[in-house]
């Protein structure tokens, strides 16, 4: 009987995810189809119910519903109650477990192909949302000396410092537009955009969420926006002599993490590798 996974958003359309999972999937030759399903939050409970049937693998789980979703689940286990999102369900004999493998894909991305370890690092994380709140995670949890959230609404990072706090060495929240952000940016070993700037396609795509002439050389500037390869703010870093990490690769990641709980097979990386930035170039070249 073919089993299937499936991919749960709103919308879904421009996802590389059915290219490269579907890739590792056929890799080893497993009758498992990928797909990418649009609900909205009206039929998510439905959805989420019938990923119990016996020929269901699991599931992807992207916004906006990464949140909504964790009450219609059985179990929650991971960084899951950390980050309060679950991006990966696992259906084994009915029972729904939910997991989050942003901030597992975000520290491979970093350690892999940004050659760094976050321990003793200071960070600067643009943006508080979703993603925010799991790289936050992850870089707490791996030791950084300082963690500052700079977000337009200031209110909202310094919610996401006092929630996080216990977990790491949290500084303090900052507004994206504030004086105290030159200091900040400048001396930061990282600094992470988690805003939707510089998206293909967006109102904002020709956009940085931080003057590039406040990073220091010595930083690395990575942006979770992987289309396109090469954003407006990675663009103009690697021009001041910055090193630069685009968010292919924490893609690549978190989804290469899924297909093991989905499989428990080692997920094919150069493939899932190969194939995401075909799609992505497919996608997104004009």
């Known amino acids: ?22 890739a590792a999937l056929d890799h080893y030759g497993l009758d498992v189809i990928y797909e990418a399903v649009d609900i909205d939050s009206e039929a998510l409970e439905g959805t989420i119910q019938k990923l119990r049937h016996r020929d269901v693998l699991g599931a992807n789980i992207t916004v906006p519903h990464k949140e909504s979703v964790i009450p219609m689940l059985d179990n929650a286990l991971g960084d899951v109650a950390a980050i309060g999102a ?12 939910g997991y989050n493998t942003d901030a597992i894909g975000f520290l491979q991305s970093l350690r892999k192909h940004g050659e760094l370890e976050p321990a003793g690092k200071s960070v600067l994380i643009l943006g508080a949302g979703g993603s925010a709140r799991a790289v936050s995670v992850a870089l707490a949890k791996e030791g950084a000396s300082s963690i500052f959230v700079a977000n337009r609404d200031l209110q909202r990072a310094q919610r996401l410092v006092d929630t996080l706090r216990p977990l790491g060495n949290f500084s303090g929240a900052v507004a994206l537009d504030s004086q105290s952000m030159k200091s900040i940016a400048s001396n930061s070993d990282i600094i992470v955009n988690c805003t939707p700037l510089g ?7 020709t956009l940085s969420p931080i003057d590039t002439d406040l990073i220091s050389q010595k930083a690395l500037v990575v942006d979770l926006v992987y289309n396109p390869s090469e954003t407006p703010l990675l663009h103009r870093a690697r021009r001041i002599g910055a090193k630069t990490l685009g968010g292919l690769y924490m893609l690549v990641y978190q989804g290469s993490a899924s297909f093991k709980i989905w499989t428990d097979l080692d997920p094919p990386l150069e493939i899932m590798f190969e ?4 799609a992505l170039a497919e996608k997104y070249t004009n």
């Open 1 to 22: 009987m073919s089993k299937k996974v499936f991919l749960i958003g709103h919308p879904v359309g421009h996802s590389i995810s059915p290219a490269f999972q579907q």
């Open 86 to 97: 679950v991006n990966t369900i696992l259906n084994k004999d009915g029972v729904l477990t």
């Open 199 to 205: 998206m293909h396609g967006s109102t904002g795509a």
């Open 275 to 278: 194939i995401a930035n075909k």
